[in-house]
């Protein structure tokens, strides 16, 4: 039987259309349950036993209380067609959630097609709203298991609130709230994984007569759709991402198209209730109260009792500060969330002292390890438990009486401290999947053993006979290129970079394929590699191993001397590398003159032609700038780090880098002429001058000039900028002004026009990435459009300008979140490092504040702030002076400007065991006392460096200033990042490589 429906809408263009529906109805639609008789090859239930209650909840309930569902002890429950596609259109990831958890066969979950069923479906009623249909879609599904099952098993409709419940009861069915269900089980662990209570009230915005007059309105109500589309047509409320400021938990800003500074959120009730990351609308305030950012450090790091006090008299300050300066920038107050993108999974620890027994369940407030997000209240009967581990929490909402937003327990993670939990807890922290691939992915992977056949051999090149050579970090694994090069007979030279030939084995569309657009890339923290294909790939059959014949996609161009290009070829390939060096090895061949061997000569004539490629950018205009980068040492007896330490880079990782640069150029050259409307590249946009306006103007005060007019002009400008008596001033320009950079990021050709394809840091008109399939998913899509324009592969089915676009999109963020977490990984093992020790280094100041300044120490390539008086006392202010970033101490006895030296001494403060934190102190000059008796490094033996030591590399690289394309490591347990400094935005490269 065929049921069709039909609807009528308008489109953008006025124009009505018709849209009809057709549902084929079948009764041979099995229930799941294997004990039915009724039922012909039913399964995918439990076997029926009186113990067991079977479930069948509501779109509500998928969409709310999805950690109950994922719980290892939810099982038996009946999942509709209607309701699971009613979540892919909500909420797109908890569908894909949902759907692995059906995949498990432990589960017992089971998936009902109620649209396809006859007597489960019903028609839609005219005039009934697609809320209310889906409702009624789902009671009458409910309805036919209870009649269909009858009282011979235990059968429940579960619902997310009463008024469900009591619209449910109406119709006879046996129902409950999700949450009646769960505490009918006595189980407190399921208890604390649902949102919430069942009255309904949670995500509602209550008006202030809805509100009972015991309790506390904290913030202003939300204004409604209407009044925020009005207020948008009068240009008085934009649309705008949160941003957090990072030295001031009371200051926010959110980036407007009308004005050149960000409009200014100062309070915590301005910013009402939003968090760093959520699409929000700001309400822009009269100009009589624009105020400015203000001068002082204000951290979320208060003690509980003081916390309320503290944040009124902050508060209290700021606006009188503000409102006091001159350099006032527009200022508002958010009125409405577009998106709330905060309300997810964070890691953290609770703050026992702030325990109360709320109507005989503990609530505790849980502090996040993200300084950005406020502390969350949660409840819980497992409190106890959770003293001394770090947790998962994740938001759930956060009520106009509520300080605080609410939010649920997870999951307990480990002990606070230890190396993996802490690891674990950054990549939940930014939502990178870390879970073993599935058996689905695993089945894509060729049968062992793998070899190459003669079939195999008609459709590529055979470039066995040229020597190809590899250079990389130590124990590298991962190899995913490598080179080679010969002279010709017309005195020129033939370079190829070979490429590991990844997209041979991941299929368009393929489970394997699915999983690694979804990750992006590889994620790299100090302890741990999160690959974004399984091993057997990236460490095996793709790497580019020494002495076995490997596929390839090689990339070969013939050079003159000067290495200017003469003609440029791509081939599907065969390769047999002859040599895997590490840079230091490679190193030593060029360096040592009674090297003459074939093999040598390769490089030497490799690294004459990057230094020739090399200089040839920079006069172009292509960025030398900097980020700190240091390496954990490590005792291999005590598995802990004993010294960190500077990453040093030789010739040879800027000869691979220019290689790697020369080939993803070639690249996005071949692709976009062959398929200009969804080319996969990426662009780099020039910095906005707001954003080195307060670089600017202080370089300006010491004599200084930074051009921004292009990339070669400012790079001029960083060349000039020196001191002879200060080695490390022009370095330290250059940190600050990669910080002041724009991120590069990916896209389809088709979404911007030619000129808008340049990449400001490399200096070149256009740039993809095509040289590390390994570890980057863009690289994969690269392969596939390079293969198809050379004939070696049609052009995928699923590639056009839409797609290529949407999968931008995403490994855009994934690029993003896995460099924040490699940055927060090596925060971790640095605080780790201080444990129980005192260090005396010298630090350089890159910001000053009333009450506090910022310094950077080289050695470590971390920073940190200095207190310079107790808590927000005015009267122990220092003076600041915005105009030569200085500030003076009261008694006018210490002046302390921006890259000033300063001596400090860092330690660890484990006061609060749920969030130790690394000091600073100022010794000279003499602000501090100092704590005691500074470390001393110990050299324990002589035995060779490779058997003394780990070396583990990692970077401190600001994501909104560098090009942010994950890096390449050696293999786990103990990683390297390899990353050229200097030319271009690093990390733009191949090898930049972690």
């Not at 006018?892 to 484990?910: A, C, N, P």
């Amino acid at each position: 039987m065929t049921f069709r429906s039909g609807s009528y809408r308008i489109t953008k263009r006025k124009q009505i259309v018709k849209s009809t529906q057709e549902n084929y109805l079948r009764d041979d639609i099995p229930c799941g349950g294997p004990w039915c008789m009724s039922c012909e090859h039913s399964r995918g239930l439990e076997d029926s036993d009186p113990s067991l209650t079977y479930v069948l909840p509501n779109t509500d309930v998928l969409l709310r209380q999805v950690d109950w569902l994922i719980n290892p002890k939810t099982k038996n429950v009946i999942i509709l067609q209607s309701v699971l596609g009613a979540v892919k259109q909500e909420a797109a990831f908890m569908f894909y959630r949902i759907r692995e958890q059906v995949e498990d066969p432990e589960k017992y979950l089971y998936v009902f097609s109620n649209e396809h069923h006859r007597q489960a479906f019903v028609p839609k009623d005219s005039g009934e709203t697609e809320a209310d249909y889906m409702e009624r879609k789902t009671r009458s599904a409910a309805r036919w298991y209870q009649n269909h099952w009858g009282s011979k098993v235990n059968f429940l409709f579960l619902v997310n609130d009463q008024e469900q419940k009591k619209q449910a009861l109406k119709e006879g069915l046996h129902v409950q709230t999700v949450h009646e269900y769960v505490r009918s089980l006595g189980d407190a662990e399921l208890e604390d994984s649902l949102i919430g209570d069942d009255s309904g009230l949670d995500d509602k915005e209550l008006s202030d007569s809805e509100i009972s007059s015991s309790q506390t309105i904290y913030y202003e109500k939300y204004l409604s759709d209407a009044e925020i589309k009005a207020k948008r047509q009068e240009k008085i409320v934009f649309k705008g991402p949160l941003r957090m400021d990072r030295d001031n938990f009371l200051e926010a800003s959110v980036p407007v198209d009308k004005f050149e500074l960000d409009v200014l959120i100062v309070g915590s009730k301005p910013r009402n209730r939003a968090m760093a990351g959520d699409m929000v609308y700001v309400e822009v305030l009269p100009e009589s109260e624009w105020v400015s950012k203000s001068g002082v450090f204000l951290d979320l790091d208060i003690p509980l009792d003081q916390l309320h006090n503290v944040v009124d008299k902050a508060e209290g300050l700021l606006q009188k500060e503000s409102h006091d300066a001159s350099d006032k920038q527009p200022t508002g107050k958010i009125v409405g969330i577009s998106d709330r993108h905060s309300f997810r999974r964070y890691c953290g620890g609770i703050d026992m002292s702030s325990a109360v027994d709320v109507g005989g369940i503990t609530q505790v407030l849980f502090e996040p390890m993200d300084p950005s997000v406020p502390k969350v209240y949660i409840k819980s009967h497992r409190v106890p438990e959770f003293v001394g581990k770090r947790i998962v929490v994740s938001i759930d909402s956060w009520p106009r009486t509520s300080k605080y937003p609410l939010g649920h327990f997870v999951k307990i993670l480990g002990d606070i401290g230890d190396q993996m939990v802490e690891s674990e807890a950054v990549l939940i922290q930014h939502g990178i999947a870390y879970e073993p691939f599935s058996a689905a992915v695993r089945e894509c992977l060729p049968t062992p053993p793998w070899g190459i056949t003669a079939d195999d051999m008609l459709r590529r090149k055979d470039l066995r006979h040229l020597r190809v050579t590899s250079i990389d970090p130590p124990g590298c694994t991962d190899i995913d290129d490598a080179l080679h090069v010969r002279e010709l007979p017309n005195g020129n030279y033939e370079v190829g970079v070979h490429i590991a030939d990844v997209s041979h084995f991941v299929q368009e569309d393929t489970p394997i394929d699915r999983e690694a657009r979804a990750r992006g890339n590889t994620v790299y923290l100090v302890n741990r590699r999160i690959d974004m294909l399984p091993s057997e790939l990236s460490t095996d059959i793709c790497s580019l191993k020494e002495h076995v014949d490997r596929f390839a996609f090689s990339c070969i161009w013939e050079l003159t001397p000067n290495a200017e290009i003469v003609s440029t070829e791509f081939h599907k390939s065969v390769i047999k590398s002859c040599c895997a060096h590490t840079y230091q090895q490679a190193q030593e061949k060029i360096d040592d003159p009674t090297r003459q061997d074939p093999l040598t000569c390769d490089i030497r004539n490799l690294n004459k032609l990057a230094k020739i490629l090399r200089q040839r950018r920079i006069d172009s205009g292509a960025l030398q700038l900097s980020s700190p980068d240091v390496k954990f040492v490590k005792d291999e007896e005590k598995q802990e780090n004993v010294d960190v330490e500077l990453y040093q880079l030789r010739e040879t990782n800027a000869l691979v880098e220019e290689f790697m640069l020369l080939a993803n150029i070639s690249s996005a050259k071949q692709i976009v002429k062959f398929f200009p409307a969804f080319a996969m590249l990426r662009r780099h946009p020039p910095p906005k001058a707001k954003q080195f306006k307060s670089l600017i103007g202080l370089l300006n005060k010491l004599g200084y000039q930074l051009n921004l007019d292009n990339s070669k002009v400012l790079g001029e400008s960083l060349e000039s900028i020196c001191k002879p008596d200060d080695p490390f001033f022009n370095e330290l320009i250059r940190i600050l002004s990669t910080r002041c950079m724009t991120p590069a990021v990916y896209f389809s050709s088709g979404s911007l026009s030619q000129s808008e394809f340049h990449h400001y840091g490399l200096a070149t008109p256009i740039y993809t990435h095509f040289t590390s399939p390994i570890r980057r998913y863009a690289d994969v899509i690269v392969h596939r459009l390079l293969a198809a324009s050379i004939g070696a592969a049609p052009l995928p089915v699923q590639i056009n300008h839409r797609n290529v676009q949407r999968t931008c999109n995403n490994i855009n963020r994934r690029h993003r979140m896995a460099d924040i977490a490699g940055r927060d990984s090596t925060r971790l093992h640095t605080l780790q490092f201080f444990k129980g020790k005192i260090m005396v280094e010298e630090g350089r100041i890159i910001s000053v504040k009333q009450n506090g300044i910022v310094v950077l120490v080289p050695r470590f390539g971390i920073e940190g702030k200095v207190y310079l008086c107790d808590g927000l006392d005015t009267s122990q202010f220092w003076t600041l002076d915005k105009n030569t970033q200085s500030v003076t101490s009261p008694d006018k006895s210490i002046q302390l400007q921006v890259f000033g030296k300063v001596t400090v001494e860092i330690s660890m403060d484990e006061t609060k065991q749920h969030s130790p934190k690394v000091v600073f102190k100022c010794l000279n000059p003499p602000i501090h006392q100092s704590s005691g008796t500074p470390y001393t490094r110990v050299v324990k033996d002589k035995k060779p460096a490779a058997q003394a030591k780990q070396e583990q590399t990692t970077s401190q690289v600001k994501s909104d200033s560098q090009v942010s394309a994950p890096q390449k490591k050696e293999g786990t347990p103990v990683q390297k990042r390899k990353r050229a400094k200097s030319v271009s935005k690093p990390q733009d490269t191949k090898k930049p490589k972690k």
